[in-house]
Nanobody
Framework: VQLQASGGGLVQTGGSLRLSCAAS????????MAWFRQAPGKEREFVAA????????WEADSVKGRFSISRDNDKSTLYLDMIGLKPEDTAVYFC??????????????????WGQGTQVTVSS
C-alpha cells in the first residue's frame, strides 16, 4: 500500500481543514487506517483510527468532538475533517495503514505503511 496525504495548510484559530489520504493497491478495503501527527520537537502521536469492518472510530482525547475520521472504500481514500482548530494542533499529519485488524490502534508501531505527511499550521 502506498499512501499520499494532502490537504494541509495554514488556517486561523477556529478554522477548519479536510485532510485526505489516497491509497494505492488492492488492500485498502481490508486495512485499518489511522492518522497520527508530529509537532516540532515532540514525538509522533495518535490522532484517530478507523477499522475496515465496522463504522466505529477512535479519536485521541485532545481532538474528540473536533476531528472526525472517515473512509471511502470506493475511492480508496481516508479523510480527517478538522474543525475548531487550535494552535496546538499545528503539526505534520501522517496517514497510516495496516492490512487487517490491529490490536492497539493507537500505537504507531502497529502500522506498516505511512504517507509522507502534510503540514497543518494554525495561527493564533
Amino acid at each position: 500500500v502506498q499512501l499520499q496525504a494532502s490537504g494541509g495548510g495554514l488556517v486561523q484559530t477556529g478554522g477548519s481543514l479536510r485532510l485526505s489520504c489516497a491509497a494505492s493497491g488492492r488492500t485498502f478495503r481490508r486495512s485499518t487506517m489511522a492518522w497520527f501527527r508530529q509537532a516540532p520537537g515532540k514525538e509522533r502521536e495518535f490522532v484517530a483510527a478507523i477499522k475496515f469492518n465496522e463504522d466505529r472510530t477512535w479519536e485521541a482525547d485532545s481532538v474528540k468532538g473536533r476531528f472526525s475520521i472517515s473512509r471511502d472504500n470506493d475511492k480508496s481514500t481516508l479523510y480527517l475533517d478538522m474543525i475548531g482548530l487550535k494552535p496546538e494542533d499545528t503539526a505534520v499529519y501522517f496517514c497510516a495503514a495496516r492490512e487487517g485488524l490491529v490490536a492497539g490502534l493507537r500505537l504507531e508501531r502497529n502500522y506498516d505503511f505511512w504517507g509522507q505527511g502534510t503540514q497543518v499550521t494554525v495561527s493564533s
